[in-house]
């Protein structure tokens, strides 16, 4: 990544976006951990219950005020960095992201404030309905955010209007409905539930280890690894489906996740292991598993799955239709809205499809009607991402996931045969392992983010706008100093939200003797003619 007016803005929102990143699945999976206790709490009437939604939900009001603080810069970017972005697509982009802020947000917020200021106001049953609203909420926010990210990825249901110079709503079903979105939104909020499970997983052990609140600690334990594995195994079979997803729309993403260079007859082979040569356009070593690529991307044994090379040499037919439709969109707007040549006018409608491909050649000619062989071979693998941190990533990812699997359905049987106590008596380690497992979901998420973002660079928009041509006309010197404001800024949140946590899960749940009130559960449960 080169440092100028593109790098660097490419650089600020990663940055922003992978820190604002690590709250969101942790307030995604806590709130319905929170709902999840509570409706046992209501049920039994059993006080430690109660106890035990007071005290990690003070964890997740920390990781929910740090979490929007975070997010709040991330908006302001589009108008500041990506203004040409904004204006181009805002009136597609703009619409899902309005309603995540006026239905999803609001209804998060206002029953945030019933969550933690209700407990003496509102009836068990009243605040059960609060604590269920914020999950709700929590998880509609994600699903109108990952919409908006799901259209970048795969733009449906819009139209480009050569004489607006905007991309323009169509069929708003088919942008909330859009395929890729939708695989997007259960695959992460699945990994949301994860990461808070094995949070609640790892405190929950430290606890152990120390000898402290061990009842409120087993039951967590018991609760957030069942959670775990449900979602932990959707997570695996959700992410099959983005694969499946990516392969029709996002091919070169794909291909560059498994540092396929070559189209293999079907089915393709999945690389175990690999090193990417980008020099020499190859793999210098791979361990290869036969079939199983080409069962995971096309769900058959007899499609094809399309490899690097054979991908660029279609981008370069496709960039040669751009720059046609590039040329006669000058024509257009030349015109100023007079007539033009209908010879221009069909020779924009033929190719507009690829326009995005056509700006691809900016960076290497003048020219891009006329441009050379050379260059537009040059301009066909600027559609490559780097391959070896896309391939790694997503192995990590990978690997943290089927471990999560592992272990949270090694705790489940565990609990589930009352054998909890065994781990504080002889089995130590695996406590142990759960409290330094606590990073791996944070990890897996952000390896997920970059797999997902970076993997389809060069395109803000998939085959629409490339990332070079969407970004304000700022200076290097302005994005430096916004840079390191965000950095001094971000890491004084980060050493407050540590600290906060830390002194939260140090001062531990309210000490309280059990105190069984069958009151609540008779209250909310019991029907009237009984009573």
Same mark, same amino acid.
């Given at each position: 990544?080169?440092?100028?007016?593109?790098?660097?803005?490419?650089?600020?929102?990663?940055?922003?976006?992978?820190?604002?990143?690590?709250?969101?699945?942790?307030?995604?999976?806590?709130?319905?951990?929170?709902a999840?206790?509570?409706?046992?709490?209501?049920?039994?009437?059993?006080?430690?219950?109660k106890?035990?939604v007071k005290?990690?939900?003070?964890?997740?009001?920390?990781?929910?005020?740090?979490?929007?603080?975070?997010?709040?810069?991330?908006?302001?970017?589009?108008?500041?960095?990506?203004?040409?972005?904004?204006?181009?697509?805002?009136?597609?982009?703009?619409?899902?992201?309005?309603?995540?802020?006026?239905?999803?947000f609001?209804?998060?917020?206002t029953?945030?404030?019933?969550?933690?200021?209700?407990?003496?106001?509102?009836?068990?049953?009243?605040?059960?309905?609060?604590?269920?609203a914020v999950?709700?909420?929590?998880?509609?926010?994600?699903?109108?955010?990952?919409?908006?990210?799901?259209?970048?990825?795969?733009?449906?249901?819009?139209?480009?209007?050569p004489?607006?110079?905007?991309?323009?709503?169509?069929?708003?079903?088919?942008v909330?409905?859009?395929? =890729?979105?939708? *695989?997007? /939104? #259960?695959?992460? %909020? $699945?990994a949301? +539930? =994860?990461?808070? *499970?094995? /949070? #609640?997983?790892? %405190? $929950?052990?430290? +606890?152990?280890?120390?000898?402290?609140?061990?009842?409120?600690?087993?039951?967590?334990?018991?609760?957030?690894?069942?959670?775990?594995?449900?979602?932990?195994?959707?997570?695996?079979?959700?992410?099959?489906?983005?694969g499946?997803?990516?392969?029709?729309?996002?091919?070169?993403?794909?291909?560059?996740?498994?540092?396929?260079?070559?189209?293999?007859?079907?089915?393709?082979?999945?690389?175990?292991?690999?090193?990417?040569?980008?020099?020499?356009?190859?793999?210098?070593?791979?361990?290869?598993?036969?079939?199983?690529?080409?069962?995971?991307?096309?769900?058959?044994?007899?499609?094809?799955?399309?490899?690097?090379?054979?991908?660029?040499?279609?981008?370069?037919?496709?960039?040669?239709?751009?720059?046609?439709?590039?040329?006669?969109?000058?024509?257009?707007?030349?015109?100023?809205?007079?007539?033009?040549?209908?010879?221009?006018?069909?020779?924009?409608?033929?190719?507009?499809?690829?326009?995005?491909?056509?700006?691809?050649?900016?960076?290497?000619?003048?020219?891009?009607?006329?441009?050379t062989?050379?260059?537009?071979?040059?301009a066909?693998?600027?559609?490559?991402p780097?391959?070896?941190?896309?391939?790694?990533?997503?192995?990590?990812?990978?690997?943290?996931?089927?471990?999560?699997?592992?272990?949270?359905?090694?705790?489940?049987?565990?609990?589930?045969?009352?054998?909890?106590?065994?781990?504080?008596?002889?089995?130590?380690?695996?406590?142990?392992?759960?409290?330094?497992?606590?990073?791996?979901?944070?990890?897996?998420?952000?390896?997920?983010?970059?797999?997902?973002?970076y993997?389809?660079?060069?395109?803000?928009?998939?085959?629409?706008?490339?990332?070079?041509?969407?970004?304000?006309n700022?200076s290097?010197?302005?994005?430096?100093?916004?840079?390191s404001?965000?950095?001094?800024?971000?890491?004084?949140l980060?050493?407050?939200?540590?600290?906060?946590?830390?002194?939260?899960?140090g001062?531990?749940?309210?000490?309280?003797?059990?105190?069984?009130?069958?009151?609540?559960?008779?209250s909310?449960?019991?029907?009237?003619?009984?009573?």
């Amino acid at each position: 990544m080169e440092l100028d007016v593109v790098g660097l803005s490419r650089l600020q929102f990663a940055m922003t976006a992978l820190y604002h990143f690590l709250f969101v699945p942790l307030t995604i999976g806590l709130s319905v951990l929170l709902a999840t206790m509570e409706t046992v709490y209501v049920m039994t009437g059993r006080e430690i219950w109660k106890r035990m939604v007071k005290f990690w939900g003070t964890l997740f009001g920390i990781n929910f005020v740090l979490g929007v603080a975070t997010g709040l810069t991330m908006e302001f970017q589009f108008g500041m960095n990506w203004a040409y972005f904004s204006q181009y697509v805002g009136d597609v982009f703009g619409a899902p992201l309005a309603i995540e802020g006026l239905m999803a947000f609001f209804m998060e917020a206002t029953f945030v404030g019933l969550f933690f200021f209700g407990w003496d106001r509102l009836s068990a049953r009243q605040h059960l309905m609060a604590t269920w609203a914020v999950a709700i909420g929590t998880n509609f926010s994600a699903l109108w955010i990952l919409i908006a990210n799901g259209w970048m990825q795969h733009p449906v249901g819009a139209e480009f209007n050569p004489d607006t110079m905007r991309m323009e709503i169509v069929s708003f079903f088919e942008v909330m409905f859009n395929p =890729v979105a939708q *695989a997007k /939104f #259960v695959h992460t %909020v $699945s990994a949301g +539930y =994860v990461t808070a *499970a094995m /949070f #609640v997983i790892g %405190v $929950s052990a430290w +606890y152990m280890l120390k000898g402290r609140h061990i009842d409120i600690a087993k039951r967590s334990i018991t609760v957030a690894s069942a959670f775990g594995i449900a979602s932990a195994l959707s997570v695996v079979v959700l992410g099959d489906e983005s694969g499946y997803e990516a392969n029709l729309n996002q091919q070169m993403k794909l291909a560059t996740m498994e540092s396929m260079w070559e189209t293999e007859p079907a089915p393709a082979s999945f690389n175990l292991f690999a090193v990417p040569d980008m020099a020499n356009r190859d793999n210098a070593f791979a361990i290869e598993v036969p079939y199983v690529m080409g069962l995971i991307a096309t769900r058959s044994l007899t499609k094809e799955v399309p490899g690097i090379i054979e991908l660029v040499e279609r981008s370069k037919e496709h960039i040669r239709q751009g720059a046609i439709a590039l040329d006669a969109l000058k024509t257009i707007r030349a015109a100023k809205g007079e007539e033009v040549d209908p010879e221009v006018r069909l020779a924009f409608e033929a190719n507009k499809k690829h326009m995005g491909y056509g700006y691809l050649l900016v960076p290497f000619s003048d020219d891009p009607l006329n441009a050379t062989e050379e260059e537009i071979d040059a301009a066909a693998w600027s559609t490559v991402p780097n391959v070896w941190p896309m391939f790694w990533a997503f192995r990590i990812m990978v690997a943290c996931g089927f471990f999560f699997i592992a272990f949270t359905a090694a705790l489940t049987v565990m609990s589930s045969a009352g054998k909890l106590d065994i781990l504080r008596q002889k089995h130590r380690w695996i406590l142990q392992i759960a409290v330094l497992s606590i990073p791996l979901p944070f990890l897996a998420c952000e390896m997920g983010w970059f797999v997902a973002e970076y993997g389809r660079q060069p395109w803000i928009i998939e085959g629409v706008l490339p990332t070079a041509q969407a970004a304000s006309n700022l200076s290097v010197a302005e994005l430096l100093v916004t840079i390191s404001g965000f950095v001094i800024l971000y890491t004084v949140l980060l050493v407050v939200e540590i600290s906060l946590m830390i002194k939260a899960i140090g001062k531990g749940p309210e000490e309280h003797e059990e105190d069984p009130d069958p009151q609540v559960a008779r209250s909310n449960f019991t029907p009237v003619a009984a009573e």
